[in-house]
Protein backbone atom coordinates (compact mmCIF):
# COMPACT_ATOMS: atom_id res chain seq x y z
CA UNK A 1 0.00 0.00 0.00
CA UNK A 2 1.05 3.27 -0.80
CA UNK A 3 0.86 6.33 1.28
CA UNK A 4 0.45 9.80 0.33
CA UNK A 5 1.88 12.49 2.35
CA UNK A 6 1.17 15.91 1.90
CA UNK A 7 3.45 18.66 2.44
CA UNK A 8 1.99 21.30 4.77
CA UNK A 9 4.18 24.53 4.27
CA UNK A 10 3.62 27.08 7.70
CA UNK A 11 4.26 30.65 7.39
CA UNK A 12 6.89 31.43 9.59
CA UNK A 13 5.75 34.90 10.84
CA UNK A 14 2.91 32.16 12.62
CA UNK A 15 5.45 30.13 14.34
CA UNK A 16 7.60 33.38 15.67
CA UNK A 17 4.67 34.41 18.28
CA UNK A 18 5.86 33.58 21.52
CA UNK A 19 2.74 31.64 24.07
CA UNK A 20 1.90 33.45 27.08
CA UNK A 21 -0.12 33.88 29.52
CA UNK A 22 -3.23 36.38 30.28
CA UNK A 23 -0.32 38.76 32.33
CA UNK A 24 1.60 38.37 28.77
CA UNK A 25 4.38 36.18 30.61
CA UNK A 26 5.88 33.49 28.34
CA UNK A 27 4.66 29.83 29.09
CA UNK A 28 7.34 27.48 28.93
CA UNK A 29 5.15 24.07 27.98
CA UNK A 30 2.05 24.34 26.79
CA UNK A 31 1.69 20.39 26.90
CA UNK A 32 2.46 18.70 30.15
CA UNK A 33 1.31 19.55 33.73
CA UNK A 34 4.11 20.49 36.54
CA UNK A 35 4.00 17.05 38.78
CA UNK A 36 5.77 16.04 42.06
CA UNK A 37 8.23 13.76 39.91
CA UNK A 38 6.95 11.46 37.52
CA UNK A 39 4.65 9.44 38.83
CA UNK A 40 3.48 12.12 41.67
CA UNK A 41 0.39 14.50 41.79
CA UNK A 42 -0.42 18.05 40.10
CA UNK A 43 0.91 20.70 41.81
CA UNK A 44 -1.42 23.83 42.23
CA UNK A 45 1.88 26.15 41.63
CA UNK A 46 1.26 25.31 37.99
CA UNK A 47 -0.24 28.80 36.80
CA UNK A 48 -0.68 27.89 32.91
CA UNK A 49 -2.24 25.16 33.70
CA UNK A 50 -4.53 26.92 36.32
CA UNK A 51 -5.32 29.39 34.04
CA UNK A 52 -6.65 27.44 31.01
CA UNK A 53 -8.88 25.82 33.44
CA UNK A 54 -9.99 28.75 34.86
CA UNK A 55 -10.96 30.40 31.05
CA UNK A 56 -11.72 27.33 29.67
CA UNK A 57 -14.96 26.70 32.98
CA UNK A 58 -15.84 30.36 32.45
CA UNK A 59 -16.13 30.32 28.38
CA UNK A 60 -19.97 30.69 28.57
CA UNK A 61 -21.96 33.47 30.16
CA UNK A 62 -25.45 32.70 31.21
CA UNK A 63 -28.09 31.42 28.37
CA UNK A 64 -30.27 33.51 27.64
CA UNK A 65 -33.52 32.68 29.05
CA UNK A 66 -35.19 33.35 25.98
CA UNK A 67 -33.81 34.28 22.44
CA UNK A 68 -30.83 32.08 23.21
CA UNK A 69 -29.98 31.34 19.81
CA UNK A 70 -29.34 34.36 17.79
CA UNK A 71 -27.17 35.06 14.63
CA UNK A 72 -26.24 38.73 13.99
CA UNK A 73 -24.81 40.87 11.42
CA UNK A 74 -23.74 44.54 10.68
CA UNK A 75 -25.05 46.96 7.87
CA UNK A 76 -26.70 50.71 7.69
CA UNK A 77 -29.85 52.25 8.03
CA UNK A 78 -30.52 55.15 5.70
CA UNK A 79 -33.27 57.91 6.35
CA UNK A 80 -35.59 58.92 3.54
CA UNK A 81 -37.94 60.92 5.30
CA UNK A 82 -37.49 64.45 7.13
CA UNK A 83 -39.79 63.63 10.60
CA UNK A 84 -38.79 66.52 12.64
CA UNK A 85 -42.27 67.24 12.77
CA UNK A 86 -43.15 64.26 14.93
CA UNK A 87 -39.35 63.65 17.00
CA UNK A 88 -36.14 64.76 17.94
CA UNK A 89 -34.53 61.61 16.59
CA UNK A 90 -32.01 62.72 14.49
CA UNK A 91 -31.39 59.66 12.96
CA UNK A 92 -34.77 60.54 10.58
CA UNK A 93 -33.32 62.78 8.80
CA UNK A 94 -33.17 62.37 5.00
CA UNK A 95 -29.58 60.70 4.04
CA UNK A 96 -28.87 60.16 7.50
CA UNK A 97 -27.07 57.12 7.51
CA UNK A 98 -26.68 55.05 10.88
CA UNK A 99 -24.72 52.09 11.92
CA UNK A 100 -26.79 48.87 12.89
CA UNK A 101 -26.20 45.09 14.58
CA UNK A 102 -28.50 43.14 13.79
CA UNK A 103 -29.19 40.30 16.35
CA UNK A 104 -31.65 37.65 15.02
CA UNK A 105 -32.81 34.64 17.38
CA UNK A 106 -35.09 32.09 17.89
CA UNK A 107 -37.57 33.04 21.41
CA UNK A 108 -38.21 29.56 23.25
CA UNK A 109 -35.75 27.49 22.21
CA UNK A 110 -32.08 26.94 23.56
CA UNK A 111 -28.34 27.76 22.24
CA UNK A 112 -28.03 24.40 20.40
CA UNK A 113 -31.60 23.78 19.18
CA UNK A 114 -32.47 23.57 15.03
CA UNK A 115 -33.70 26.44 13.55
CA UNK A 116 -36.26 24.81 11.84
CA UNK A 117 -37.72 24.26 15.11
CA UNK A 118 -41.66 26.48 15.40
CA UNK A 119 -41.04 29.73 17.29
CA UNK A 120 -41.24 33.31 16.90
CA UNK A 121 -38.25 34.65 15.39
CA UNK A 122 -36.22 37.71 17.13
CA UNK A 123 -35.59 40.69 15.08
CA UNK A 124 -33.46 43.37 17.13
CA UNK A 125 -31.83 46.45 16.12
CA UNK A 126 -29.43 48.24 17.34
CA UNK A 127 -28.96 52.14 15.90
CA UNK A 128 -25.68 53.41 16.91
CA UNK A 129 -26.85 56.88 16.84
CA UNK A 130 -25.23 60.24 17.17
CA UNK A 131 -27.01 60.76 20.41
CA UNK A 132 -26.66 57.06 21.73
CA UNK A 133 -27.78 53.54 21.28
CA UNK A 134 -31.34 52.68 20.28
CA UNK A 135 -32.18 49.26 20.23
CA UNK A 136 -35.61 48.40 18.57
CA UNK A 137 -36.20 45.30 19.84
CA UNK A 138 -38.98 43.21 18.21
CA UNK A 139 -40.44 39.49 16.41
CA UNK A 140 -41.25 38.67 12.99
CA UNK A 141 -45.07 38.66 14.26
CA UNK A 142 -46.71 42.02 15.21
CA UNK A 143 -48.60 40.77 17.94
CA UNK A 144 -47.57 38.90 20.85
CA UNK A 145 -49.52 36.00 23.20
CA UNK A 146 -49.66 38.36 26.00
CA UNK A 147 -50.24 42.09 26.94
CA UNK A 148 -48.85 41.86 31.09
CA UNK A 149 -45.42 41.89 31.56
CA UNK A 150 -46.40 40.09 34.85
CA UNK A 151 -47.57 36.99 32.98
CA UNK A 152 -44.34 36.59 30.70
CA UNK A 153 -42.84 34.17 33.22
CA UNK A 154 -45.57 31.91 33.17
CA UNK A 155 -45.52 32.50 29.10
CA UNK A 156 -41.65 31.57 28.49
CA UNK A 157 -41.94 28.63 31.61
CA UNK A 158 -45.10 26.81 29.62
CA UNK A 159 -43.47 27.29 26.61
CA UNK A 160 -40.17 25.88 27.93
CA UNK A 161 -39.57 21.85 28.46
CA UNK A 162 -41.48 20.10 31.37
CA UNK A 163 -38.95 20.84 34.14
CA UNK A 164 -39.47 16.80 35.71
CA UNK A 165 -38.09 15.35 32.08
CA UNK A 166 -36.69 18.15 29.88
CA UNK A 167 -38.92 17.11 27.34
CA UNK A 168 -41.41 19.62 25.17
CA UNK A 169 -44.82 18.89 26.40
CA UNK A 170 -47.49 20.79 24.48
CA UNK A 171 -50.10 20.21 27.35
CA UNK A 172 -48.14 22.39 29.65
CA UNK A 173 -48.90 25.18 27.15
CA UNK A 174 -52.31 24.96 26.55
CA UNK A 175 -52.81 23.95 30.30
CA UNK A 176 -51.36 27.79 30.57
CA UNK A 177 -53.11 29.50 27.27
CA UNK A 178 -56.77 28.09 27.77
CA UNK A 179 -56.33 30.86 30.45
CA UNK A 180 -55.34 33.54 28.74
CA UNK A 181 -57.62 33.71 25.22
CA UNK A 182 -55.89 37.08 24.38
CA UNK A 183 -52.87 35.05 22.81
CA UNK A 184 -55.62 33.71 20.31
CA UNK A 185 -54.16 35.66 17.44
CA UNK A 186 -50.47 34.39 17.75
CA UNK A 187 -50.98 31.33 18.70
CA UNK A 188 -52.89 31.16 14.84
CA UNK A 189 -49.22 33.10 13.89
CA UNK A 190 -47.22 30.31 15.68
CA UNK A 191 -49.11 27.75 14.31
CA UNK A 192 -49.12 28.68 10.90
CA UNK A 193 -46.08 28.43 8.34
CA UNK A 194 -45.34 31.72 9.60
CA UNK A 195 -43.60 29.66 12.74
CA UNK A 196 -41.43 28.11 10.41
CA UNK A 197 -39.68 31.00 8.10
CA UNK A 198 -37.78 29.88 5.81
CA UNK A 199 -34.63 31.82 6.73
CA UNK A 200 -34.12 34.94 8.80
CA UNK A 201 -33.38 37.35 5.26
CA UNK A 202 -37.09 36.07 4.06
CA UNK A 203 -39.11 37.56 6.98
CA UNK A 204 -40.85 40.44 7.99
CA UNK A 205 -39.55 42.27 11.65
CA UNK A 206 -42.30 43.97 13.95
CA UNK A 207 -41.77 46.42 17.34
CA UNK A 208 -45.12 44.45 18.25
CA UNK A 209 -45.49 47.23 20.94
CA UNK A 210 -46.34 50.83 20.09
CA UNK A 211 -43.73 53.36 21.31
CA UNK A 212 -43.64 57.37 21.67
CA UNK A 213 -42.40 59.76 18.79
CA UNK A 214 -41.15 63.48 20.61
CA UNK A 215 -40.74 66.47 18.72
CA UNK A 216 -38.97 69.45 20.02
CA UNK A 217 -42.49 70.95 21.01
CA UNK A 218 -42.83 67.66 23.63
CA UNK A 219 -45.87 66.97 21.82
CA UNK A 220 -46.26 62.84 21.48
CA UNK A 221 -47.00 60.81 18.95
CA UNK A 222 -47.78 57.07 19.36
CA UNK A 223 -45.69 54.75 16.70
CA UNK A 224 -45.19 51.46 15.72
CA UNK A 225 -42.19 50.30 13.69
CA UNK A 226 -42.22 47.14 11.10
CA UNK A 227 -38.91 46.11 8.65
CA UNK A 228 -40.37 44.59 5.55
CA UNK A 229 -37.68 42.32 3.52
CA UNK A 230 -37.38 43.21 0.11
CA UNK A 231 -36.47 39.96 -0.15
CA UNK A 232 -40.12 38.70 0.32
CA UNK A 233 -41.84 36.87 2.61
CA UNK A 234 -41.25 33.21 2.72
CA UNK A 235 -41.93 30.22 4.94
CA UNK A 236 -41.65 26.64 5.18
CA UNK A 237 -44.44 24.19 5.13
CA UNK A 238 -44.53 20.71 7.64
CA UNK A 239 -42.81 18.96 4.99
CA UNK A 240 -40.36 21.63 3.89
CA UNK A 241 -39.61 21.46 7.81
CA UNK A 242 -38.79 17.96 8.22
CA UNK A 243 -36.66 17.82 4.72
CA UNK A 244 -34.46 20.73 5.97
CA UNK A 245 -34.51 19.46 9.43
CA UNK A 246 -32.22 16.24 8.76
CA UNK A 247 -30.05 17.98 6.97
CA UNK A 248 -29.28 21.28 8.52
CA UNK A 249 -29.37 22.16 11.73
CA UNK A 250 -28.19 25.83 11.45
CA UNK A 251 -29.91 26.70 7.69
CA UNK A 252 -30.95 29.85 9.23
CA UNK A 253 -27.42 31.12 10.19
CA UNK A 254 -26.18 29.76 7.01
CA UNK A 255 -28.24 31.30 4.55
CA UNK A 256 -27.45 35.05 6.78
CA UNK A 257 -24.14 34.05 6.43
CA UNK A 258 -23.63 33.24 3.05
CA UNK A 259 -26.08 35.16 1.42
CA UNK A 260 -23.97 38.64 3.05
CA UNK A 261 -19.95 36.62 2.28
CA UNK A 262 -21.22 36.83 -1.30
CA UNK A 263 -22.51 39.93 -1.76
CA UNK A 264 -25.98 39.71 -1.56
CA UNK A 265 -26.56 41.92 0.78
CA UNK A 266 -30.33 41.72 2.44
CA UNK A 267 -32.19 44.96 2.83
CA UNK A 268 -35.18 45.68 4.49
CA UNK A 269 -37.81 49.00 4.48
CA UNK A 270 -38.70 50.42 8.08
CA UNK A 271 -42.36 51.46 7.98
CA UNK A 272 -44.06 53.20 10.71
CA UNK A 273 -47.67 53.80 11.44
CA UNK A 274 -48.88 56.57 13.86
CA UNK A 275 -51.70 57.38 16.06
CA UNK A 276 -52.10 60.97 18.02
CA UNK A 277 -52.91 60.13 21.60
CA UNK A 278 -56.96 61.39 21.25
CA UNK A 279 -57.13 58.49 18.06
CA UNK A 280 -56.49 56.05 20.93
CA UNK A 281 -60.52 55.84 22.21
CA UNK A 282 -61.73 55.83 18.76
CA UNK A 283 -60.74 51.71 18.82
CA UNK A 284 -63.02 49.31 19.70
CA UNK A 285 -59.62 47.59 21.41
CA UNK A 286 -57.13 48.94 23.24
CA UNK A 287 -54.15 50.23 20.76
CA UNK A 288 -51.65 49.70 22.90
CA UNK A 289 -51.74 46.04 23.47
CA UNK A 290 -49.27 43.75 22.38
CA UNK A 291 -51.55 41.23 20.90
CA UNK A 292 -53.30 43.64 18.73
CA UNK A 293 -52.26 45.11 14.96
CA UNK A 294 -53.37 48.67 13.74
CA UNK A 295 -55.56 47.86 10.98
CA UNK A 296 -56.13 50.30 8.57
CA UNK A 297 -53.56 52.58 10.12
CA UNK A 298 -51.79 54.17 7.21
CA UNK A 299 -48.05 52.77 7.00
CA UNK A 300 -45.34 55.00 5.56
CA UNK A 301 -41.62 54.23 4.65
CA UNK A 302 -39.32 56.12 6.50
CA UNK A 303 -36.05 54.34 5.50
CA UNK A 304 -33.80 51.07 4.58
CA UNK A 305 -31.47 49.10 6.15
CA UNK A 306 -29.06 46.96 4.30
CA UNK A 307 -26.44 44.49 6.34
CA UNK A 308 -23.53 44.21 4.72
CA UNK A 309 -20.56 42.57 7.56
CA UNK A 310 -20.99 39.22 8.91
CA UNK A 311 -19.63 39.57 12.91
CA UNK A 312 -15.76 38.95 13.35
CA UNK A 313 -15.73 36.58 16.32
CA UNK A 314 -19.88 35.52 17.47
CA UNK A 315 -18.99 35.48 20.96
CA UNK A 316 -17.86 38.70 21.53
CA UNK A 317 -20.55 40.03 19.21
CA UNK A 318 -23.84 37.97 19.52
CA UNK A 319 -23.50 37.21 22.49
CA UNK A 320 -22.36 39.53 24.42
CA UNK A 321 -24.35 42.12 22.70
CA UNK A 322 -26.51 43.83 25.75
CA UNK A 323 -29.46 44.52 23.66
CA UNK A 324 -32.71 46.23 25.92
CA UNK A 325 -35.92 48.01 25.18
CA UNK A 326 -34.88 50.60 27.57
CA UNK A 327 -32.13 51.81 25.39
CA UNK A 328 -34.15 54.74 23.90
CA UNK A 329 -32.98 58.41 22.60
CA UNK A 330 -33.78 61.88 22.65
CA UNK A 331 -37.34 61.85 20.13
CA UNK A 332 -38.30 58.03 21.38
CA UNK A 333 -40.22 57.07 24.27
CA UNK A 334 -42.00 53.84 25.77
CA UNK A 335 -45.48 54.17 25.71
CA UNK A 336 -48.00 52.91 28.62
CA UNK A 337 -48.01 49.55 26.72
CA UNK A 338 -48.33 47.32 29.88
CA UNK A 339 -46.21 44.83 28.38
CA UNK A 340 -43.11 47.23 26.94
CA UNK A 341 -43.31 48.91 31.12
CA UNK A 342 -42.20 45.45 32.03
CA UNK A 343 -39.56 44.97 29.34
CA UNK A 344 -38.30 48.03 29.90
CA UNK A 345 -36.40 46.75 33.42
CA UNK A 346 -36.26 43.17 32.20
CA UNK A 347 -34.10 43.12 29.49
CA UNK A 348 -31.74 45.53 30.70
CA UNK A 349 -31.57 43.76 34.27
CA UNK A 350 -30.87 40.13 32.67
CA UNK A 351 -28.18 41.29 30.31
CA UNK A 352 -26.60 42.91 33.56
CA UNK A 353 -26.97 39.44 35.48
CA UNK A 354 -25.62 37.35 32.16
CA UNK A 355 -22.63 40.03 31.28
CA UNK A 356 -22.13 42.34 34.20
CA UNK A 357 -22.62 45.93 34.93
CA UNK A 358 -20.38 46.93 32.30
CA UNK A 359 -21.63 45.39 29.77
CA UNK A 360 -21.79 48.05 27.97
CA UNK A 361 -18.21 48.92 28.07
CA UNK A 362 -17.54 46.12 25.60
CA UNK A 363 -17.21 47.36 21.71
CA UNK A 364 -20.17 45.79 20.64
CA UNK A 365 -22.11 47.70 23.55
CA UNK A 366 -20.34 50.71 23.11
CA UNK A 367 -22.42 53.58 21.91
CA UNK A 368 -20.51 55.99 19.65
CA UNK A 369 -21.85 59.25 21.73
CA UNK A 370 -19.51 60.35 24.75
CA UNK A 371 -20.65 58.74 27.66
CA UNK A 372 -20.41 60.82 30.99
CA UNK A 373 -21.93 59.88 34.37
CA UNK A 374 -21.38 58.72 37.46
CA UNK A 375 -21.90 55.07 37.14
CA UNK A 376 -18.48 53.56 38.93
CA UNK A 377 -16.59 50.50 39.48
CA UNK A 378 -18.05 47.06 39.12
CA UNK A 379 -16.68 43.76 37.79
CA UNK A 380 -14.29 44.07 34.73
CA UNK A 381 -14.66 47.68 34.71
CA UNK A 382 -12.13 48.87 31.43
CA UNK A 383 -12.91 52.35 32.35
CA UNK A 384 -9.89 54.95 33.60
CA UNK A 385 -11.76 57.41 35.88
CA UNK A 386 -8.71 60.33 36.83
CA UNK A 387 -11.60 62.79 38.54
CA UNK A 388 -11.71 62.98 42.28
CA UNK A 389 -15.70 64.09 40.99
CA UNK A 390 -18.16 61.21 40.30
CA UNK A 391 -20.96 62.69 41.80
CA UNK A 392 -23.66 65.86 40.55
CA UNK A 393 -23.94 68.55 40.87
CA UNK A 394 -20.66 70.34 41.00
CA UNK A 395 -19.27 73.46 40.76
CA UNK A 396 -15.47 71.75 40.68
CA UNK A 397 -16.52 69.44 37.68
CA UNK A 398 -19.92 70.68 36.54
CA UNK A 399 -22.11 68.90 34.08
CA UNK A 400 -24.73 70.02 32.11
CA UNK A 401 -28.15 68.68 31.31
CA UNK A 402 -30.29 68.89 28.39
CA UNK A 403 -33.77 70.05 28.76
CA UNK A 404 -34.98 69.09 25.15
CA UNK A 405 -34.39 65.37 26.55
CA UNK A 406 -36.58 65.57 29.61
CA UNK A 407 -39.53 63.03 29.36
CA UNK A 408 -42.82 64.42 27.65
CA UNK A 409 -45.69 64.72 29.74
CA UNK A 410 -48.38 62.01 30.64
CA UNK A 411 -51.62 63.38 32.05
CA UNK A 412 -52.89 60.75 34.61
CA UNK A 413 -56.19 60.39 36.45
CA UNK A 414 -57.87 57.27 38.38
CA UNK A 415 -56.36 54.94 41.44
CA UNK A 416 -53.89 52.64 41.32
CA UNK A 417 -55.44 49.50 40.59
CA UNK A 418 -54.95 45.64 39.30
CA UNK A 419 -57.10 44.90 36.62
CA UNK A 420 -57.38 44.20 33.30
CA UNK A 421 -57.60 46.83 30.17
CA UNK A 422 -61.18 47.90 29.45
CA UNK A 423 -61.22 46.98 25.80
CA UNK A 424 -59.72 43.20 25.10
CA UNK A 425 -61.28 42.64 21.98
CA UNK A 426 -59.50 38.63 22.30
CA UNK A 427 -60.87 37.04 18.53
CA UNK A 428 -61.62 39.26 15.61
CA UNK A 429 -58.25 39.80 15.11
CA UNK A 430 -57.52 36.12 14.97
CA UNK A 431 -60.13 35.16 12.47
CA UNK A 432 -59.27 38.29 10.38
CA UNK A 433 -55.99 36.18 9.98
CA UNK A 434 -57.27 33.39 9.70
CA UNK A 435 -59.44 33.76 6.36
CA UNK A 436 -56.32 35.83 5.05
CA UNK A 437 -54.22 33.03 4.38
CA UNK A 438 -54.94 31.05 1.50
CA UNK A 439 -56.23 27.04 1.70
CA UNK A 440 -53.51 25.89 1.64
CA UNK A 441 -51.98 27.96 4.18
CA UNK A 442 -55.25 27.33 6.54
CA UNK A 443 -54.56 23.80 5.99
CA UNK A 444 -51.17 23.46 6.95
CA UNK A 445 -52.34 25.66 10.31
CA UNK A 446 -54.85 23.34 11.00
CA UNK A 447 -53.09 20.15 10.90
CA UNK A 448 -50.33 21.90 13.21
CA UNK A 449 -52.26 23.66 14.98
CA UNK A 450 -54.55 20.53 16.04
CA UNK A 451 -51.58 17.99 16.33
CA UNK A 452 -50.47 19.86 19.18
CA UNK A 453 -53.49 20.42 20.60
CA UNK A 454 -54.12 17.09 20.79
CA UNK A 455 -52.46 15.48 23.61
CA UNK A 456 -53.60 18.94 25.81
CA UNK A 457 -55.58 17.67 28.66
CA UNK A 458 -59.64 17.59 28.05
CA UNK A 459 -60.91 20.99 29.21
CA UNK A 460 -58.40 22.33 28.02
CA UNK A 461 -58.36 21.78 24.85
CA UNK A 462 -61.72 22.12 24.59
CA UNK A 463 -61.69 25.70 26.17
CA UNK A 464 -58.75 26.37 23.35
CA UNK A 465 -60.84 25.11 20.71
CA UNK A 466 -63.58 27.45 21.67
CA UNK A 467 -61.22 30.06 21.21
CA UNK A 468 -60.86 29.44 17.81
CA UNK A 469 -64.10 28.74 16.84
CA UNK A 470 -65.10 32.31 18.22
CA UNK A 471 -62.29 33.36 16.48
CA UNK A 472 -63.59 31.78 13.03
CA UNK A 473 -66.38 28.87 12.98
CA UNK A 474 -64.46 26.63 10.39
CA UNK A 475 -61.50 27.38 11.76
CA UNK A 476 -62.19 26.30 15.41
CA UNK A 477 -64.76 23.09 13.67
CA UNK A 478 -61.72 22.10 11.18
CA UNK A 479 -59.01 21.94 14.35
CA UNK A 480 -61.11 20.06 16.46
CA UNK A 481 -61.44 17.25 14.10
CA UNK A 482 -57.81 17.20 14.06
CA UNK A 483 -57.44 17.46 17.44
CA UNK A 484 -60.28 15.59 17.92
CA UNK A 485 -62.68 17.50 20.50
CA UNK A 486 -65.90 17.34 20.49
CA UNK A 487 -67.94 20.23 18.09
CA UNK A 488 -71.21 20.94 20.06
CA UNK A 489 -69.24 21.43 23.17
CA UNK A 490 -66.61 23.92 21.44
CA UNK A 491 -70.10 25.43 20.02
CA UNK A 492 -71.14 25.80 23.54
CA UNK A 493 -68.11 27.20 25.37
CA UNK A 494 -67.36 29.40 22.31
CA UNK A 495 -71.48 31.20 22.87
CA UNK A 496 -70.33 32.11 26.21
CA UNK A 497 -67.50 34.42 25.13
CA UNK A 498 -67.53 37.67 24.59
CA UNK A 499 -65.44 39.15 21.54
Known amino acids: MTILCATVIVSPTLLAAPLTRDNGAAVGDNQHSQTAGSAGPTLLQDVQLIQKLQRFDRERVPERVVHARGTGAHGEF ?68 IRDAI ?22 RFDLFSHMPEATRTLTLLYSNQGTPKSYRHMDGNSVHAYKFVNAQ ?89 L ?42 TQMYRVGANAGSLPINQPRAAVNNGNQDGALNPNRSRSMVNYEPSRLQPSTVSPTARASQLALNGSTQQQGIAREQNFRQAG ?11 RDLVNSF ?30 AKVAKGELQRVKALAAQLED
Request: no cysteine; proline share 6%; aromatic share 12%.
Open 218 to 306: GQATYVKFRWKSLQGQENLDPRAVEKIQAKHFSHMTEDLVHAINRGDFPKWDLYIQTLRPEQLASFDFDPLDATKIWPDVPERRVGQMV
Open 151 to 172: KFPDMVHAFKPDPRTNLGNDAR
Open 78 to 145: TAFEDLSALTQAALFTPGEKTPVFVRFSSVVHGLHSPETLRDPRGFATRFYTSSGNWDLLGNNFPTFF
Open 450 to 479: GQSLAVADDESKHIMLSFLYKADAEYGAKV
Open 432 to 442: ELYRSYSASEQ
Open 308 to 349: NRNVGNHFQETEQVALAPSNLITGIEPSEDRLLQGRLFSYAD
